[in-house]
């Protein structure tokens, strides 16, 4: 006897098993075939949810934001979390410097999977700044920093971010990325019209320390 599914779930169906397919296969390794035999459905039914492998992949992408970009919407909007720490949460939960989802991180970088991360970091360039200025903005309202171009220097830092400690753009020693860290914090300050040495706490929330540069 046929099993019917509501499209929905049929869809989502069809996406759990691209993602564990893409992320042992890699994208250009893996065939519609593939996603066909591991859902069990006739390919009718996968041209009806989705035109190719290619329309697959962009639904996952923007599955994949949606889940990330409401976790740091709703970090940034909790009022009772500090600002500084408010910030370092969004970042983190975006996957900018690690956080969730790990396994998807680690196949979107790799080297068959390129596209994928590219369209993942367009929509973090466009979709964080907006995200972490409201932030920005209540410390401005609180004294902490001082500046004209909120957003401009939000977008800076995310676009740092995004290339220096994506993980597989920039290959680094614990030292050199300790480092850069510094630098990163110091020139944020600067940026954001802060009082210098105010953000420093903010390597004790990336698991860093004086300590970390020698390991």
Known sequence: MRVTKKAEERRNEILDAADELFGQ???????????????????????????????????LIE???VRLLGAAQE???????????????VVT?????????????????????????????????SEVPPILTEIIREGIEQGMFNTPFPYECMEMVVI????????????????ERFSR???????????????SGSLMDTLKMFGMGEGDNNE
């Open 160 to 175: 740092y971010a995004t290339a220096v400690f994506d993980g597989d753009m920039v290959a680094m020693t614990n030292e």
């Open 75 to 89: 970090i940034a909007a909790d009022k009772s979390i500090p600002v500084v720490e408010r910030i370092i949460r």
């Open 63 to 65: 599955r994949f934001n």
């Open 25 to 59: 296969k890699g994208f250009d390794g893996t065939t519609t075939k593939d996603i066909l035999e591991k859902v069990g459905i006739a390919r009718g039914t996968l041209y009806h949810h989705f035109k190719s492998k290619e329309d697959i992949m962009d639904a």
């Open 93 to 125: 939960a975006l996957n900018i410097n690690g956080g969730s989802s790990t396994e998807i991180m680690e196949h979107i970088h790799q080297p068959q999977n390129a596209l994928m991360h590219q369209k993942i970091q367009k929509v973090i360039i």
């Open 181 to 195: 860290m510094l630098a990163f914090i110091c020139n944020v300050e600067r940026l954001l019209g802060a009082e």
